[in-house]
């Protein structure tokens, strides 16, 4: 492929590419420095590149990387309109045994999960810069939120877990499903006694 055609496959409306899929695309390895070299891709990390003059997508781009790193607890709460609050760091929930000595300094607060777990209540949304990320859904983060109660900042905890039994009455049979599946189920009970 030549220069001139990798930069017109390079605008569109997508922001972010990752090696392969600019190899896939036909842009070799010898085009991808030229065109970082002219100034017309920008390498963000190891493998990932834009075209683009963009704000980074850091939940974004992590989940390129680490594709078992699922945005949960208080990062999930703000995503799903259950904080206001941004959170100063992304939580993320990884399997156990999961080597996270590669996530050390990426600003990150890592909570572990048997595999088993992992994918259980997942979910899809789109970022604040329109890129599709996991996060877990509003039963499973309930859930996590309670399990993790002591670790997290109390009042967002409270306001989350108040707003959920207020907005969902009907679906606390749904959350008991997950608290029970979870081994969290009498947390949850009990949980929801105090505040309530």
């Known amino acids: 492929m030549k220069k001139n055609e990798s930069i017109m496959l390079l605008n569109n409306d997508k922001t972010i590419y990752t090696r ?7 842009i070799s390895d010898t085009l991808i420095r030229i065109l970082i070299h002219d100034g017309i891709l920008v390498r963000l990390q190891q493998g990932l590149y834009t075209s683009q003059k963009i704000e980074i997508d850091t939940e974004y781009i992590l989940q390129l990387q680490y594709s078992k790193c699922i945005i949960s607890h208080e990062s999930a709460l703000y995503h799903l309109g259950y904080s206001e ?11 156990q045994h999961f080597g996270t000595s590669r996530l050390n300094n990426k600003n990150l ?15 899809e949304m789109e970022s ?3 890129n599709t990320i996991k996060i ?10 309670i399990r993790h109660y ?18 969902n009455k009907k679906k606390l049979s749904v959350l008991m499903l997950y608290a029970k599946k979870m081994g ?5 009970q009990s949980r929801l006694e105090i505040l309530i």
């Open 150 to 167: 002591k670790s997290i900042d109390i009042e967002i905890a409270n306001k989350a877990i108040q707003k959920y039994y207020t907005n």
């Open 85 to 95: 609050r941004i959170p100063e760091k992304i939580a993320i929930t990884v399997p």
């Open 184 to 188: 969290v189920a009498d947390k949850i």
């Open 20 to 26: 392969q899929e600019l190899l896939d695309s036909g």
């Open 109 to 123: 607060k890592i909570r572990y999960c048997t595999p088993e777990l992992i994918f259980y209540g997942i979910t």
């Open 136 to 145: 877990y859904n509003l039963e499973r983060t309930i859930c996590d939120v």
């Open 128 to 130: 604040i810069y329109g």
